[in-house]
């Protein structure tokens, strides 16, 4: 069973940066990974994905610039590095993998394995 724990969240100020990990086991492919957020009374949204072999990056509008997606296979680890936070990235920011094997998506229903999130809080 494919598991997924986030780490790396908090309380920063406005133009703080904070960086987020997903330590992922349970499979020996490698897999698509991607970054989800949900705000207080808005709908979960895509932040960012990678591609298992990096060849493909995603990010969304809103995020383009500020954030990075990377990925450490070696450590079974994928880190999304937020710089230059607004008030409006705060969020429960969620971890998801979809296996090797199936196509690159960057939709939220094309992700079977989640983690529990991990919250962010822009002051």
């Known amino acids: 069973q494919v598991q997924l724990v986030e780490s790396g969240g908090g309380s920063v100020q406005a133009g703080g940066s904070l960086r987020l990990a997903c330590l992922f086991s349970?499979?020996?492919?490698?897999?698509?990974m991607g970054w989800f957020r949900q705000a207080p009374g808005k709908l979960r949204t895509g932040v960012a994905s990678?591609?298992?072999?990096?060849?493909?990056?995603y990010y969304a509008d809103s995020v383009k610039g500020r954030f990075t997606i990377s990925r450490d296979d070696h450590k079974n680890t994928v880190y999304l590095q937020m710089d230059r936070l607004t008030t409006e990235d705060t969020a429960v920011y969620y971890c998801a993998a979809r296996v090797a094997g199936s196509g690159f998506s960057t939709k939220e229903a094309d992700f079977p394995y989640w983690g529990q999130g991990t919250q962010v809080t822009v002051s």
């Open positions: 990678i591609r298992r072999d990096e060849t493909y990056t």
């Open positions: 349970g499979t020996s492919r490698t897999p698509h």
